[in-house]
């Protein structure tokens, strides 16, 4: 799923994240990425996805609002909740949502990607690509309808 990386990232001073969070942003795909959190022993993998294709893919999605489970094992979701207050990198600050397990990333104001467990984002990918392939606007909708009713049927073959 678009571009993979690892950040070892050492203090929230650190300028890593923020070149992390800005190749996400010019890219404009998601970016999975490998935290390696100082203090903690487990790494921890999310996927960087920009506002606008989280929109994309949100609006496609037929239950983008629900997580249904997928992250409940994950070690992000099943460890104690963190501090409420935003983290900052740079020009970027991190904002985790308590429930869900997401984080919003936001730049001067405004989220320009979120961070999402690896199998949230999959789920969320498919689930978006597979109702857009189904999906017809009414002129194309009109336009194959005409197409089929003049085609021959089985039975004149």
Known sequence: MGIEIDVVVG???D??????????????EPVTVTFLWEG???????VLVPAATLALWEHWAPTAGTTSGAGDESGAVAREPELAH???????????RRVGGRTAVARKGVVVAELLDPDEARRLRQSARDVRQGFMDPKQRAAFEEFLARQASLDEE
């Open 40 to 46: 903690r022993e487990e790494a921890e993998r999310a």
């Open 86 to 96: 935003p983290a900052e990198f740079g020009a970027f600050t991190l904002f985790r």
């Open 15 to 28: 300028d890593e994240m923020e070149k992390v969070l800005g190749l996400a942003d010019a890219v404009g």
């Open 11 to 13: 203090y929230p001073t």
